[in-house]
């Protein structure tokens, strides 16, 4: 059977590229599309897939990260199906690829110019805890009027003594547009203002794909007497590589029952042991 | 302070169309069944309206059920569109000869920053699954407030003017008694003091102790703050007990205007003769 490249029909692509242009000539600003069925669930990662295969070309080189990890079932089904539909490259090193597909991580090697992250995102409106209805989300985007998404992190401030968003914290997009960064940690949101590469959002589900254009000004939300923190891991060190200052995933230990950490970008991890002079 | 003598609002031949209307019923002196036109079926549920509001006076409107009286409260807090007529605010500035013509975001900033509006049901104006303490903060937020410190200090200083225990502002309204909820509501409509405050049937459904507290209430903030409020009410009691002046309204029109005292003592239409005689 005569399958197409990348899985989708050309005008489906057609299609999602230029709702993605339309995306980054708009920083933060959700644009409708066609969201199309794919061969994985949706809330699987259809989004951030959709913007994947509509822009692969031959030249690529495609990463998939789950979670930091490269390796995971999520991740591997979805390098699978891109490379048994592009024959393109693959890669685990962040900076060889071209295109990068995350799920819920910014990886911990900065991006560079004309790289692309595409981003899974399960719920894109950040306003969407305040308010149910869709058009008045779009009406209140129009308006700029966010003090739902501040209402929100204040309600935080006023139950648990300080805003508990770990992930998906919201940021405005070039001073224009409230953004839900998808499920990244805290962690992440700084990578993302002025940052070299280009950053692409898809939600399969909601079906909306927006962006964050190359050196774009992006600024988490904070009040005057509660500056953006992002999680510390100051004092603690990865226990398989040494590794200190990354985004740690927090485990038990099965045998001794002790709580270590490990650092959540695998790929990264592995590079940083490979080099010479490594800790480990 | 005013800029522009002592005129608060000023309402002009405003109307609220349901249905498209017909000539028949466009003509000042066309004879309506009630409020429906004969030819075309259009509700004029608020017809040719006009009015005045000074600084610091409580206005009262008064009607039956269906007379038109919250379909004017809802198109002065732009929550409904006006089908004709002018709305001038003096307290903010434009070069629109109307404020029904000022676009979303201006309208909102109205409503943010010099309309409060406390509404019949709780519901349409409280978060009711956010603390008390975050509901007030909305309205502070919206306002441009960014300091959680200084948002608390005033919910705390308008909670505890509306009667509701301190050590209960962490409670959503959904735990409140009516009562308490429209205090919250009243709280919340104060908080970044409005120079108008619009008040739709405040203490229908509370029960007479408490409707005689929420009335003092109003009394007390407006001899304190000096805010020009608009009364909408069905009980003729408490236009005599709050209101400077009164208009009565029947079947979308304004019937009669005048001093309180002068509308309950000697009323001059029919209706309003039947509304005073039957109550007092």
Known sequence: MKQNYAFLDENSKKEIRRKTLKAIAIPGYQVPFASRELPIARGWGTGGLQLTLSLVGQSDTVKVIDQGSDESVNAVNIRKLIQDTTDVKDTIHTDEATLIQSRHRIPEVPLRPYQ??????????????????????????????????????????????????????????????????????????????????????????????????????????????????????????????????VYMDELVDEETGETYYVANDTSFMLEEMNKEGSVR | MSKQGNIALSVKNVSKLYGDGCAYCAAPDATLDKNICPECRTVHACRD?????????????????????????????????????????????????????????????????????????????????????????????????????????????????????????????????????????????????PPVLLLDEVTTGLDLSVQADVLELIKEIQREMGISMVVVSHDLAIIRMLCDRTMVMLNGEVIEAGITDQILEDPQHAYTQQLVYSIL
């Not at chain 1, 224009?176 to 939600?203: C, H, Q, T, W």
């Not at chain 2, 004017?72 to 903010?92: C, N, P, R, V």
């Not at chain 2, 013509?101 to 699954?129: C, F, H, T, W």
């Not at chain 2, 956010?130 to 007030?136: D, P």
């Open chain 1, 116 to 245: 692309i992250l595409v981003l899974q995102v399960p719920l894109p409106e950040p306003l969407r805890p305040v308010e149910p209805s869709e058009r008045i989300t779009k009406m209140l985007h129009a308006d700029r009027e966010y003090s739902g998404a501040w209402l929100r992190l204040f309600e935080q401030i006023m139950k648990y003594g300080s805003i508990t968003d770990d992930a998906d914290y919201p940021v405005l997009v070039n001073g224009r547009y409230v953004m839900a960064p998808s499920p990244i940690p805290r962690f992440d949101n700084p990578k993302m203002e002025n940052n070299d590469g280009l950053i692409l959002l898809g939600a399969g589900r909601e079906k909306k794909i927006y962006a964050v254009p190359p050196y774009t000004k992006v600024t988490s939300l904070a009040f005057d007497d509660y500056p953006f923190e992002v999680e510390s891991f100051d004092d603690i060190t990865c226990r398989e590589s040494g590794l200190t200052g």
């Open chain 2, 49 to 193: 309206v006009s009015f005045d509001l000074h600084n610091g006076e409580i206005l009262g409107v008064v009607g039956e059920s269906g007379s038109g009286k919250s379909t004017l409260m809802k198109m002065l807090y732009f929550d409904q569109e006006a089908s004709h007529g002018t709305y001038h605010i003096d307290d903010f500035d434009s070069s629109e000869s109307s404020v029904f013509g000022l676009s979303g975001q201006a309208k909102r900033k109205i409503r943010n920053e010099i309309l409060g509006m406390v509404y019949q049901n709780p519901v349409y104006g409280l978060k009711m699954d956010f603390s008390s303490m975050s509901n007030i903060a909305e309205k502070l937020i919206a306002a441009g407030s960014r300091n959680v410190g200084e948002m608390t200090g005033t919910g705390d200083h308008f909670l505890d003017k509306v009667n509701i225990p301190l050590n209960r502002k962490f409670d959503p309204p959904a735990n409140f008694s009516g009562g308490m909820q429209q205090r919250v509501q009243i709280a919340k409509a104060l908080s970044n003091y």
